[in-house]
């Protein structure tokens, strides 16, 4: 069974340009969360996708955008790609989104975006 | 972003020893949760605390579910050289959107 898995594990890429960053939750989940770590941080909710719609949004400029395709993976776009930018970008996956739920969330290894 | 504040930073362990670690927030929450993360992967969840006052065991690992809902602390035991890692805190906001704290560093005393 497989877990949550992201792809490209590392990218390098120059100020001003777009990059995407792709999902695969585990099998059985329906609901994509998606996370930004800075080194030496904690990581920091970007926004979350459940039938094919974002439900929540954290505190990223417009920039920061998704998509979840009908097979529940989802893409993390990233447009005008900044120095800050620089990051582990985490991918997480569960079931539904209820208030109530209490499905654990499952990471994956991440994307390690450098913006040179 | 917000985050919960976490401590200590970072801690040195000799192979046997207990440690203790604990997280605060302004904000209350319904759920605390505790994730280890080793380098090179994410974040993998230990122990889940679902209600004020809660006290949970995962081997060797005690967490506790503050009563104000406002904090909580992890309890490792007996120490072994693969606890080395990062331990992050969590609160659960409503649609399972988390709220990190900035993590505790443990590194084995040489």
């Known amino acids: 069974d497989a877990g949550v898995t992201q792809s490209p594990t590392h990218l390098i890429k120059t100020r001003g340009q777009q990059v995407t960053l792709r999902c695969s939750p585990k099998?059985?989940?329906?609901?994509v969360s998606w996370y930004q770590q800075a080194l030496g941080q904690g990581p920091q909710f970007i926004f979350q996708?459940?039938?094919?719609?974002?439900?929540q949004r954290g505190n990223f400029p417009d920039r920061f955008s998704g998509h979840q395709f009908p097979n529940y993976s989802s893409e993390l776009n990233v447009n005008a790609l900044l120095l800050g930018d620089s990051a582990l970008y985490l991918c997480?996956?569960?079931?539904?989104?209820?208030?109530?739920?209490?499905?654990?969330?499952?990471f994956g290894e991440g994307s390690r975006l450098t913006v040179l | 972003g917000q985050q919960l504040n976490q401590s200590p930073q970072s801690m040195f362990i000799q192979e046997g020893e207990d440690v203790s670690m604990n997280c605060t927030s302004s904000?209350?929450?319904?759920?605390w949760l505790w994730y280890k993360q080793d380098p090179g992967e994410g974040p993998v969840l230990l122990i889940a605390?679902?209600?004020?006052?809660e006290l949970t065991s995962n081997g060797r690992l005690t967490a506790q579910f503050g009563i104000t809902r406002k904090d909580s602390f992890l309890n490792i035991s007996a120490s072994i050289p693969s606890d080395v890692g990062i331990y992050f805190c969590?609160?659960?906001?409503?649609?399972?959107?988390?709220?990190f704290g900035a993590g505790t560093i443990l590194r084995v005393k040489s």
């Open positions: 997480a996956s569960s079931t539904g989104t209820s208030g109530t739920l209490t499905g654990e969330l499952f």
């Open positions: 969590a609160g659960r906001e409503y649609g399972n959107k988390l709220v």
């Open positions: 904000s209350i929450f319904n759920t």
């Open positions: 605390l679902y209600k004020a006052g």
């Open positions: 099998s059985g989940h329906d609901t």
């Open positions: 996708y459940y039938e094919e719609e974002e439900r």
